[in-house]
């Protein structure tokens, strides 16, 4: 029983999966890139299951290649990368790890907030080129995040842990999703609204859409012209959510004051986006989930998920229609 490992799992953690009888585990030996796609699809052609991730492209080519295949297991709460319909068909089952790691990416998305709101890199920036010489009245003075008013799209999980913490802050919470959520308006005086009018009052717009053909760029060109120009957009949702060229012009321009990044619509991105010459763009690699704590939780599941695929069981976090 073959059980292919996409990234470099600390062997402790595998455990469960080493004790199942007639396991073989084949990992690929690095954690910092993935696994070559060529490669991918030649071991997925023995494998009857998959510990995978948001790297990984489990298309049509890919899967139609696994014929054993019982179920994949991704280390993620999205599973775009992933060709449902012909995993479907196959009658592969498709286990994620939405709720782990809600709280960890609301601590980042509210740092990037804060961040950027205080002009954090600047200043770190300013200290490395040996240029901080005098205590200045307005020298980086940014906007104060206290009391001001957030617009968060998409009243998830983990947008209602940072309309929590946004209400620490005596933040005015508005949300725009595509239903209500009587939750947030209930424990933190969140206001629903449309997407237009969010984006016109909102200090903060902060994106926490799921990555989808609805959602695909559903912030452009005429979003941010719509925003104030002393606002600033926070996405930790995923990359393909923002025109990335429509925000690099709106924030060259000073249409809108800067950016909180987390996720790109092409991970990795390189040294030479377009997005980083800016200074008023604090860009990060996609870590919102980035705790210990909450990495272990979410490799624990992938493996349960695993566990219950190849022995008949309900996994714990099924894809639906998967």
């Not at 696994?66 to 280390?75: E, G, R």
């Not at 002009?119 to 001001?148: A, C, E, H, R």
């Not at 989930?289 to 190849?310: D, F, K």
């Amino acid at each position: 029983m073959k059980i292919l490992v996409t990234r470099k799992i600390p062997a402790a953690l595998l455990k469960p999966l080493n004790e199942l009888p007639n396991a073989e585990i084949v990992m690929f030996e690095k954690e910092d890139e993935p696994m070559p796609y060529e490669r991918l699809v030649e071991e997925l052609k023995t494998a009857d299951a998959v510990f995978s991730n948001l790297s990984d492209k489990l298309d049509k080519h890919a899967l139609e290649q696994a014929h054993n295949l019982k179920v994949i297991s991704t280390l993620a709460v999205g599973f775009d990368n992933i060709d449902l319909e012909v995993a479907k068909a196959k009658g592969i089952k498709i286990g994620h790890t939405p709720y782990v790691l809600t709280e960890a990416t609301a601590d980042l998305t509210f740092a990037l907030l804060l961040a950027v709101a205080r002009n954090l890199p600047q200043g770190q920036q300013m200290i490395k080129n040996d240029q901080w010489k005098s205590w200045s009245p307005f020298g980086l003075t940014g906007k104060q995040v206290y009391g001001s008013k957030i617009g968060i799209i998409g009243m998830g999980r983990i947008g209602l842990s940072v309309a929590r913490r946004a209400k620490g802050f005596s933040m005015a919470v508005f949300y725009h999703n595509r239903n209500r959520h009587e939750e947030a308006e209930k424990e933190v005086g969140a206001t629903y609204c449309q997407l237009d009018e969010l984006l016109e009052q909102s200090d903060f717009v902060v994106l926490l859409a799921p990555g989808s053909k609805s959602t695909y760029r559903m912030l452009g060109k005429e979003q941010f012209k719509k925003m104030k120009n002393t606002a600033y957009l926070i996405n930790s949702s995923r990359g393909t959510n923002v025109d990335e060229q429509a925000l690099y012009e709106a924030l060259k321009s000073g249409e809108i004051k800067g950016a909180g990044l987390d996720v790109f619509e092409k991970e990795p991105i390189s040294a030479e986006h377009p997005l980083l010459e800016l200074d008023n763009v604090l860009a990060i690699p996609h870590i919102g989930s980035a705790s210990v704590e909450t990495r272990e939780e979410m490799v624990q599941v992938t493996i349960t998920n695993i566990i219950n695929g190849l022995t008949n069981k309900e996994l714990v976090y099924e894809v639906p229609n998967s």
